[in-house]
């Protein structure tokens, strides 16, 4: 089955400096990539996602880039703010109905 | 944009009892639904696929006797916890894609399950 990884478990950062997630992902078939935020005691929320025939797409101060060969996608968000903290999950899946398989997670704090 | 909503956000039940949750897709039919148990600070785990109409898919190590999956209609999958005990006690969140698109999973707001 899929197996993602996610990197760093946890990052600090300062208010207005850039951040960056990077996930792996080992299923070849995984085509669609979807960036999960999540605040504490609450469900997970779409950022942003990516399919396979895409390698970059941005909106507003988010981008995922996607790499099909190395089998890797990166989460990058700009400009952070304070309630840009919060807990990020990466995650893959294959064909629109297939079980997604979800990152470790990791918990963003933004530094005022 | 698509609805999931998850009933009841939190309960508390004594050891022994069991436990129903409801998800359902408000404005979209979902043929898949998804069941995730998620422990403090860690991930979103997948216990099972729900298939309307059909038996559901557990994941490995998934007790299909102790989580008990119902998918009766395009809109709702229930997740009955049978005779729970305190090490069930976890946040359980499902998961639905509206069938007409193809992607873009919702997720319901979860339920906080403690049993004591």
């Known amino acids: 089955g899929e197996n993602v990884e996610q990197h760093p478990s946890t990052l600090s950062v300062q208010e207005g400096d850039s951040a960056v997630i990077k996930c792996t992902y080992s299923?070849?078939?995984?085509?669609?990539f979807p960036w999960y935020k999540q605040e504490l005691g609450k469900r997970p929320q779409l950022i942003i996602d990516?399919?396979?025939?895409?390698g970059e797409k941005k909106d507003q101060r988010i981008a995922v880039t996607l790499n099909k060969t190395a089998k890797h996608f990166s989460l990058h968000i700009t400009e952070t703010q304070p309630e840009d903290s919060a807990v990020y999950f990466c995650?893959?899946?294959?064909?629109?109905?297939?079980?997604?398989?979800f990152g470790t997670g990791t918990k963003l704090q933004v530094i005022p | 944009g698509a609805v999931v909503s998850q009933h009841p956000s939190w309960v508390i039940c004594k050891s022994g009892t069991s436990v129903k949750i409801e998800c359902r897709s408000l404005?979209?039919?979902?043929?898949?639904m998804f069941w995730y148990r998620q422990f403090p600070k860690q991930s979103l785990m997948l216990m099972a696929t729900?298939?309307?109409?059909?038996?559901?898919?557990?994941e490995q190590g998934v007790e299909k006797d102790k989580f008990l999956i119902n998918h009766a209609s395009l809109t709702l999958s229930t997740l009955t916890v049978t005779s729970a005990h305190p090490e069930d006690s976890s946040f359980y969140i499902c998961?639905?894609?509206?069938?007409?698109?193809?992607?873009?999973?919702?997720f319901g707001s979860g339920t906080r399950l403690t049993v004591v």
């Open positions: 995650a893959a899946a294959s064909g629109g109905y297939q079980k997604v398989t």
């Open positions: 729900s298939n309307e109409g059909s038996k559901a898919t557990y």
């Open positions: 998961s639905a894609s509206d069938t007409s698109t193809g992607y873009g999973y919702t």
């Open positions: 299923d070849s078939a995984s085509n669609y």
């Open positions: 404005d979209f039919q979902a043929t898949t």
């Open positions: 990516i399919r396979s025939n895409v």
